[in-house]
Every structure is written in structure tokens, then in C-alpha cells.
């Protein structure tokens, strides 16, 4: 696989590939962690797994578990923070409200929850500044994330056809869902992997009314080699990642910070040479054995004059024009909301501000 020649990368290869050359056939389906060396199976078969057949044929990898863990899941997570495990500040900002979301209209019909991961690439966005061009990347998970959840629920309604299920995207853990259903594996970082494409994927949870037969839930796998690599905890800019424990220390992890409104100035203790992309952190992700061959695939989308940036910098948004730049933004997985702090440490990296 070559990457950085993917022009469509909705076409990629059928589910063989991935699944070990375990055809959707067989009633007992090769957990996807296998690819990775881990061990485990689960039993299959009937209407969904012709489903999710269907979605891995478009390159959308899924699985399905019953309703019944979606309080699993929560319970998880509420016992790291009962435990001590988690920053209580970061819980409050950006944990609990995943955990007792708005519930969406319908929520009563449904039976099962879909998890699907869809192989994306890394976006790289380029600003025109003092007779300059900087090109600045954008981390995979972000870029295609609203289109990645509209096209899952697409190919689902697609696959159950002529048959039609009541479906509506899903507020959850949902790395924390992938990894309990056998769709992805944990790294130490705490990011998801899928075979092939490693952490270079987009997931989404959709609620369906569809009563599956089949429920992929399972204990959490980690990644093999992550017990006797460091290549991740050595990259790590603030020391998010550490020996002592395999979950991260996420109130430190820079993506929290660089996601915050751009009111919320960076701490001092976060140097601006630990910044790597406009948004997110890819320090991990770039020295991860898992991603080797995926590491390069970026895309060039998204232009912006000397004009643009300077309207960025000067961060003061209203009007008809903020509603057009927000727009154009949104398209390479950002908003205005960062700028122009996320912008200001880039240019200042490189001696133009």
C-alpha cells in the first residue's frame, strides 16, 4: 500500500484483507485483533453480520453489540473516576458529558449500538504569511468526523434494505465501544488501532432499532508490542504517557489543551516546540510500529490567502464573514473556536510572529 497515491480512500480492499482471509461465510469470525498477534474469536452469523459485510465492502468496518452495554460502558468509565484514576477537572470537562448526553428522539426503539471504524488520512492545511507558504496538519480523527458518521448511517440504512431500522448517531466512549466490541485494539497511547490502517481511522456510534442476534462484546485488547515499546512514551512533549500505568494521563495530553476556545491561553509549561499540528498531537502517533505504513498518508485540502490568515489572527469573529471562514474550516475537521492561539504558536515556531 502506497498511501500517499490513495485518491479515494473509501475504496480500499474487501474485508480478506483485514479479517485475516476469514470469509464473511464462516460462523466463526476472526476477532480483528488477531491481525495484531492477539488471540480471541467470536461467534457470528445471520442478518448483521451480512450488514456489516456490506459496510466493510464500502470501507466501513463494524461490529455490534447489544443496548444492554451502553451502561457498561459508562460504569467503566465512572469507576476510573471513582478510583482516582482520573484528573477530576478533566472528567468535568471532557468526559461527563459523554457519559449522560441529551438522548436522541427515538431512543426507546433502540436494541442495538453499531460501532464503525473507516479508514481516513491525516489532512495538511496550508497558510500563505509573509510571502511564506506553512503547511500545517490536521490528525485523522478529525478531518472527516462529521462525514464519516452521516456515511456509516447511510451504508447501515443501505445494507438493511428494503427493511428499515430506526438509527441516530450515538454521544458515548466511543474509543472505549470499539475496543469492547473487537472492532479496534488499545495502544499504550490509549488511541485505537485497526489492522492495515492502524490508528489512521475515523469511528462513529450509531443506535439502531435493529434487534442484533449477535453481540461482539468482549474483553479490552491491547496492542502486543506496546509491553516492551517505549517509542510513544519517549515522543510524548508533556509526559502524558508514563511506565506506571497503561492509562495516559489525559488532563497532560496536548490535545486537550489545543482543543479548548482559543480564550483558554496554552500553560507555560507547555513549550511551543511540542506543538505539531493545528490541532490534536501526532507526536505518538508518528513513532507508533503500527502505523509504519500508514504514517505519510496526508492529503492536501484547504488553502488560505495572506488575507485569511491575517483574519485569523486578529480573532475577532462576526458577521457573515466568520460564518463563511467557520465553514471553510470545518471542512479540514476545524472551527474557529482555536484560532488564532493554535495558529500563533505555529508561526512563532518558525520565527513569524
Not at 142 to 167: D, Q
Amino acid at each position: 500500500m502506497n498511501p500517499n497515491e490513495r485518491t479515494d480512500y473509501w475504496r480500499i480492499q474487501p474485508h480478506g484483507a483485514l479479517w485475516g482471509g476469514c470469509g464473511s461465510h464462516q460462523r466463526k469470525v476472526i476477532c480483528r485483533s488477531t491481525a495484531y498477534g492477539c488471540t480471541g474469536t467470536q461467534v457470528g452469523g445471520g442478518f448483521s453480520i451480512e450488514a456489516l459485510d456490506y459496510l466493510e465492502k464500502n470501507g466501513c468496518f463494524g461490529r455490534v453489540v447489544s443496548i444492554a452495554h451502553l451502561e457498561d460502558l459508562r460504569n467503566e468509565v465512572r469507576s476510573l473516576m471513582e478510583d482516582g484514576k482520573l484528573d477530576g477537572e478533566f472528567f468535568k470537562e471532557w468526559i461527563a458529558g459523554r457519559l449522560d448526553p441529551k438522548t436522541p428522539r427515538g431512543m426507546a426503539k433502540a436494541r442495538s449500538i453499531f460501532v464503525t471504524a473507516t479508514p481516513v488520512p491525516g489532512l495538511r492545511v496550508s497558510f500563505e504569511w509573509k510571502g511564506e507558504t506553512i503547511q500545517l496538519k490536521v490528525p485523522p480523527t478529525y478531518g472527516e468526523y462529521t462525514r464519516v458518521i452521516t456515511r456509516s448511517r447511510r451504508l447501515l440504512a443501505e445494507a438493511f434494505a428494503p427493511k428499515k431500522y430506526w438509527t441516530a448517531p450515538a454521544v458515548m466512549p466511543v474509543k472505549l465501544l470499539a475496543v469492547r466490541s473487537g472492532l479496534a485494539t488499545y495502544g499504550r497511547n490509549n488511541v485505537t488501532y485497526i489492522p492495515k490502517f492502524g490508528s489512521f481511522h475515523a469511528l462513529a456510534a450509531l443506535y439502531s432499532s435493529f434487534d442484533s442476534p449477535e453481540d461482539h462484546w468482549q474483553e479490552k485488547i491491547v496492542l502486543p508490542k506496546c509491553s516492551a515499546c517505549k517509542a510513544c512514551l519517549k515522543a510524548c512533549p508533556t509526559g502524558a504517557i508514563c511506565e506506571d500505568r497503561f492509562l495516559i494521563h489525559a488532563e497532560r495530553c496536548l490535545s486537550r489543551f489545543n482543543e479548548r476556545d482559543s480564550s483558554c491561553p496554552f500553560p507555560d509549561w507547555i513549550d511551543d516546540s511540542a506543538h505539531n499540528a493545528l490541532v490534536g498531537c501526532m507526536h505518538c502517533q508518528r513513532v507508533c510500529p503500527y502505523d509504519k505504513d500508514v504514517a505519510d498518508w496526508f492529503v492536501d485540502r484547504g488553502r488560505f490567502s495572506e488575507e485569511d490568515t491575517r483574519y485569523l489572527l486578529r480573532g475577532k469573529f462576526t458577521g457573515s464573514k466568520a460564518v463563511m471562514m467557520d465553514r471553510r474550516l470545518r471542512r479540514v475537521g476545524l472551527d474557529l473556536t482555536v484560532f488564532p492561539r493554535n495558529l500563533e504558536v505555529h508561526l512563532r515556531q518558525r520565527s513569524l510572529l
